[in-house]
Nanobody, 121 residues
Framework: EVQVVESGGGSVQAGGSLRLSCVHSGSAYNMAWFRQAPGKGREGVAGMRHDRRTTYADSVKGRFTISKDNAKNTLYLQMDSLKPEDTAMYYC??????????????????WGRGAQVTVSS
């Protein structure tokens, strides 16, 4: 079974930056970041395919950047110009199946336990 572990969460003031990391075991075809704020559903934030094709939610375009280091089996999410509405638990998701890149949570098999991001105004 693929193990997924996030790190790098924390608290920051609005306008600040944070970088999340996600280390995964095994191979991955699609990888993505999701977030869930209290009382809300899980939202896709950014995704990357094995060939480095990316997709972003409209709410984070131009502010967040997804990247990966294959040698380290690590996925990153650079978050800049953070806003209070970005406050949420952020989850990394990985899937080894050859599927279209998507930000639909049900299309990912393996999940981490999450990293909390809190942005204060």
């Amino acid at each position: 079974e693929v193990q997924v572990v996030e790190s790098g969460g924390g608290s920051v003031q609005a306008g600040g930056s944070l970088r999340l990391s996600c280390v995964h075991s095994g191979s991955a075809y699609n990888m993505a970041w999701f977030r869930q704020a209290p009382g809300k559903g899980r939202e896709g934030v950014a995704g990357m395919r094995h060939d480095r094709r990316t997709t972003y939610a409209d709410s984070v375009k131009g502010r967040f950047t997804i990247s990966k280091d294959n040698a380290k089996n690590t996925l990153y999410l650079q978050m800049d110009s953070l806003k209070p509405e970005d406050t949420a638990m952020y989850y990394c998701a990985v899937d080894e199946r050859v599927l279209s890149l998507t930000l639909i949570a049900g299309m990912y098999k393996y999940w981490g336990r999450g990293a909390q991001v809190t942005v204060s105004s």
